[in-house]
């Protein structure tokens, strides 16, 4: 029961931080923001910046050891928020691969130097300890994770972060960076072929402009696809699929995953857009290179 | 013989194709890219109409270009032919030409698919009534025409399927391609089977 009531101050922190958009939001969001928390009443009811380093720190998550025989990612991008210090425990989660974990700790500050050391709750296939340090007045948090499973195909990782406020700017576009790479998975050995993303997937911003049929029915399955998760990455996003989390982790610069589920976040055009282009998608993985239908 | 057999899986190709639509949805397969037209009260009648009934032509593919049916079972040829003639012109070629006005991929392959229901209801019309007439050698010449556009269900997706398989090409590209090369290759290849095989 304490565990519970723990993990759900732990998440409320994640809900507040994943809300506060950094000196750049404007004041009615902040506004909105408090009078959501005063209205809920509750005891932790101000995001606490008392230190400092509370927040984001985004980043590659990279395998220092990894078993070749089985299918792991070599590196994801992560995003380890610290939620808030309270009597010598540190509260926070990471956002990873689709995965969003809480964690708690202990940590020193001696010499403006603070390190931690974290563990994920156990309960999940891929829960591990974080320990990781940062120096007062920079940006960048370094440090490694050891999975608890020592059979996972990567049983640990190293990470250097840079720390970094969320906001959802619906006009961020994707950079050509993102067509130069095959996609995800897709190679085939009998044919030598990959799918490839082209330019056609940065025609558009599916979160500015309402998409017509004509505009996205030449496009290829890739492109759409990398169309539409552009909408869930401006979201911060961080995704479970493997096809498009490589997209997003490696070429994007701007992305940063900060949550699990953003459906409540997404605009109406948005809402109108993922529906067109995913009919399309269904339609092109279905019928594309098959005879008929 | 080999002829025959490709025909018959093409054909059971088809039929799989229009089985996927039993139980007509607004959204299933082709309809999920239709969504702006569903909604109007001609469109789904027509494709549906289209779908269950032109398939009714490709049987005659197996039957009435036999020399030994048409001599020895005469009544044969025409029931059959019957069925032919009138899963077209009553329903085959009007669906086809609705549903060509609304086809994917612009004014071309509106033009291509609803030139093709016009000259598939034309020719078709043409062999019906020279049979009539009795008018057998302009009767064949007509058939061979209408049955070649009738073919185009199968060259069009064959069409489709080796293009992408080849050049993958933008899926819009390849529809605006077969539209077209979908059936006027078979009319070409059917005028030169005329020019050898019955003007001679």
């Known amino acids: ?22 000196p750049d939001a404007d004041e009615a969001s902040i506004n909105s923001l408090q009078l959501k928390l005063a209205s809920n009443n509750l005891k932790y009811a101000t995001p606490m910046k008392e230190y400092g380093i509370e927040g984001y720190y985004t980043g590659p998550f990279v395998a220092d050891e990894m078993d070749p025989n089985k299918n792991g990612m070599y590196a994801n991008k992560i995003t380890i928020s610290i939620d808030s210090l309270v009597n010598m425990q540190v509260y926070g989660h990471s956002i990873v691969a689709g995965n969003f974990r809480p964690f708690k700790g202990s940590y020193t500050h001696e010499q403006a130097l603070w390190t931690f050391d974290v ?9 591990g300890k974080f320990s990781f340090t940062l120096m007062d007045n920079t940006i960048w948090l370094e440090g490694t994770w050891v999975a608890n499973d020592k059979n996972l195909a990567v049983s640990s990782r190293s990470y250097k972060l840079e720390k970094r406020d969320f906001a959802y700017d619906p006009e961020l576009a994707l950079p050509e960076d993102v067509t130069y790479d095959g996609v995800y998975g897709s190679y085939k050995e009998d044919n030598d072929e990959s799918e490839v993303i082209t330019s056609d997937a940065l025609k558009f911003n599916a979160s500015t402009q309402l998409l017509k049929k004509e505009d996205i029915e030449n496009m290829y399955k890739a492109d759409l696809e990398v169309l539409r998760n552009s909408i869930y990455a401006r979201h911060g996003y961080s995704f479970k699929n493997r096809r498009m989390r490589y997209v997003f982790d490696n070429y994007v610069d701007w992305y940063m995953p900060v949550s699990v589920d953003i459906t409540a976040d997404l605009t109406e055009l948005e809402r109108k857009n993922i529906e067109l282009i995913k009919r399309y998608e269904v339609h092109a993985e279905k019928y594309y290179d098959v005879f008929g239908r | 013989m080999l002829l025959l057999l490709i025909y018959l899986f093409f054909c059971i190709l088809m039929l799989g194709i229009v089985l996927q639509y039993i139980p007509p949805g607004t959204d299933t397969a082709f309809l999920g890219i239709k969504q702006d037209y569903v909604e ?25 270009f036999s020399r030994y049916i048409r001599k020895k079972y005469r009544r ?17 070629a009007p669906s086809g030409f609705i549903i060509g006005l609304y086809a994917n991929g612009g004014w071309s392959s509106q033009i291509a ?4 229901a016009v000259l598939w209801f034309w020719f078709t019309l043409r062999a019906f009534v020279y049979a009539r007439r009795k008018d057998f050698h302009r009767h064949r010449i007509f058939m061979y025409r209408s049955f070649a556009l009738t073919l185009s269900a199968i060259t069009l997706r064959a069409w489709k399927y080796v293009l992408i398989a080849t050049l993958h090409p933008h899926p819009m590209d390849v529809y605006r391609v077969v539209a077209w090369l979908g059936w006027t290759l078979n009319l070409a290849i059917a005028e030169i089977l005329i020019y050898k095989k019955i003007r001679k």
């Open chain 2, 76 to 92: 044969f040829h025409r029931t059959n032919g019957k069925i032919y003639v009138f899963a077209i012109l009553l329903f085959g």
């Open chain 2, 40 to 64: 109007l009260p001609w469109y789904l009648p027509a494709f549906y109409v289209h779908v269950f009934t032109a398939i009714f032509a490709l049987p005659a593919g197996f039957t009435q």
């Open chain 1, 1 to 22: 029961m304490k565990y519970l009531s723990l993990l759900s101050i732990t998440l409320l922190f994640a809900a507040c931080t994943s809300h506060t958009a950094g």
């Open chain 2, 113 to 116: 698919f609803c030139l093709l």
């Open chain 1, 119 to 127: 563990s994920e709750p156990g309960d999940n296939k891929y829960d």
